[in-house]
C-alpha cells in the first residue's frame, strides 16, 4: 500500500494555472503508476491523466488534452498536475491514485490507493 497525499488546490481565475502535487509514502513509489481524478458532488469520477511507474508513458482525458501535463519525480516519491488554460469546468475535487503496473490506466476500478482529494476552483 502507498499513501497519498494531494496539495496545490486553490480558487483561480478562468485562463490561469495551477499545478497540483501527490505526495506518496509507504510502499516503493515506482511499484505504481500514478493517475488524476476529478470528481463533482453527484457526478461519476472522471479520468485526467495517468503516468506510467518510469514516466515514459502519459495519457489524457480528451477534455484536458493539450492543457494539462502529467508528470512525476520518483527521487521526490512525487507526481505532479500541471493545469494550464483552466475553465470553469474544470472545477471540481481532483484525486491523486496509484495502481500496479498492470491494468488500464483510465479505469478508475485499476486503481487501489487514493488520496482525499483537493478543491480546484475556476471562476469564470
Known amino acids: 500500500q502507498v499513501t497519498l497525499v494531494e496539495s496545490g488546490g486553490g480558487v483561480v481565475q478562468a485562463g490561469g494555472s495551477l499545478r497540483l502535487s501527490c505526495a506518496a509514502s509507504?510502499?516503493?513509489?515506482?511499484?505504481?503508476?500514478v493517475g488524476w481524478f476529478r470528481q463533482n458532488l453527484g457526478q461519476e469520477r472522471e479520468f485526467v491523466a495517468a503516468?506510467?511507474?518510469?514516466?515514459?508513458?502519459?495519457y489524457y482525458g480528451d477534455s484536458v488534452k493539450g492543457r494539462f501535463t502529467i508528470s512525476r519525480d520518483n527521487a521526490k516519491n512525487t507526481a505532479y498536475l500541471q493545469m494550464d488554460s483552466l475553465i470553469h469546468e474544470d472545477t471540481a475535487s481532483y484525486y491523486c491514485?496509484?495502481?500496479?503496473?498492470?491494468?488500464?490506466?483510465?479505469?478508475?476500478?485499476?486503481?487501489?490507493?487514493w488520496g482525499q482529494g483537493t478543491q480546484v476552483t475556476v471562476s469564470a
Open positions: 491514485a496509484a495502481k500496479p503496473r498492470t491494468g488500464s490506466y483510465q479505469d478508475r476500478d485499476a486503481y487501489d490507493n
Open positions: 503516468i506510467s511507474w518510469n514516466g515514459e508513458g502519459t
Open positions: 509507504g510502499r516503493s513509489f515506482t511499484t505504481y503508476a
